[in-house]
Structures are given as C-alpha cells and as structure tokens.
C-alpha cells in the first residue's frame, strides 16, 4: 500500500511550521478531500531557496507529500524548483497509491503558487491577500439550477430525485443544508 519512504515522511515529517519572514507563500486546497497545505519559501538574492516549510491539513499521504516537496525544492534555485512536478514528488516517494496521486498535485500546485508569489512580490505587484490565497468563486449551488435536475450542492454532480448522500463527493447532503441554513 504506502511504501517505507512514504510512511517515514508520514511519521516523521521534515520541515514543518512557518517562515516568520518568508518572502514567497502558496496555499492549495482540495475541497473534495479536505487537504490544505500552506508553503512558506524564504529566497535569497541569488534565487535560491535557501529554507522552506510546510503546514498541512491532510492525511498520511499529503503530509508525507509536503515534507518530500521540502526536501525537494529546499536549496534549488528559482528555476530550477519550477520543474519539480507532482510525478517528481511522487518518484521520490517511492509510487503513492493511485487514489492518493491528488496528494501529489498539491505539493507542486503550492510550490508554483509560492514561487509565483515570490515573484510578484519581487516586481512590485501589490496583492490583496498576502498570503497568496485566492479569492474563492462566488458560484450558486442550488439543488436545481439545471433544468430541474437535483445536484450535489458541493460538486454539482446530478442527484437521483431523493438523494439525501452525493456518491461523487461522498456529501451527506441533508446535513450540509441543515449547517447552512
């Protein structure tokens, strides 16, 4: 199932927490699992990365994910970090069940995400959020938006008349109306 690699970076995690004075921060998420990971680079004038650090919300697999991305970027520079993809990540962790390879896309979606960051910080473009979040899609979700067919409220995947549970996202559907309401 997890390879030996994957499960030490599970219980072992390297670089964890924050940069006080990062100067490059990406946070990807995954709504349909719950994963969050945040990445902190600190970059020196020779576009280097000389420290990273990872926060994430997540199973074994996206932690385990996060640590091996730190290993990977961490004394890279700039361009060369650009090129770690999420098979890279992946590689280097020895396979990750099939079901989990999201995981892997996290890390190198957060990596691009704090080096972009970096970069727009560095040229002078003023960002909103710091933190390099983007702002979330005002989208409508009703239950029948599309000729009055039900859908999921979360993944918009078609519903059986009376479906209380989305099979694609795995919602319990009453219970998120019943939070929302």
């Known amino acids: 199932m997890y390879s030996k690699t994957v499960m030490d970076h599970f219980r072992n995690p390297r670089n964890v927490g924050t940069i006080d004075n990062a100067n490059g921060i990406g946070e990807v998420g995954n709504p349909l699992c719950g994963d969050m990971m945040t990445l ?4 020196n004038d020779d576009n280097l990365i000389e420290d990273v650090k990872f926060q994430t919300f997540g199973c074994g697999s996206a932690i385990a994910v996060s640590s091996m991305l730190t290993e990977l970027a961490k004394g890279k520079t700039l361009d060369e ?3 770690i993809t999420n098979k890279d990540v992946a590689k280097a962790l020895e396979g990750l069940p099939k079901n989990k390879l999201h995981c892997s896309n996290l890390g190198a979606d957060a990596l691009q995400k704090a080096i972009k960051d970096y970069e727009e910080k560095k040229s002078g473009k003023v960002k909103t959020d710091s933190r390099n979040i983007e702002p979330p ?3 409508s979700h009703d239950e029948h938006k599309h000729d ?3 859908h999921c409220s979360y993944c918009d995947s078609d519903l059986p008349d009376g479906a209380t549970f989305c099979k694609a996202c795995h919602s319990d559907i009453l219970a998120k109306l019943e939070n929302n309401a």
């Open 137 to 139: 899609i005002a989208e």
């Open 40 to 43: 902190y680079i600190k970059v």
């Open 81 to 83: 970090a650009k090129k």
């Open 148 to 150: 009055d067919q039900c």
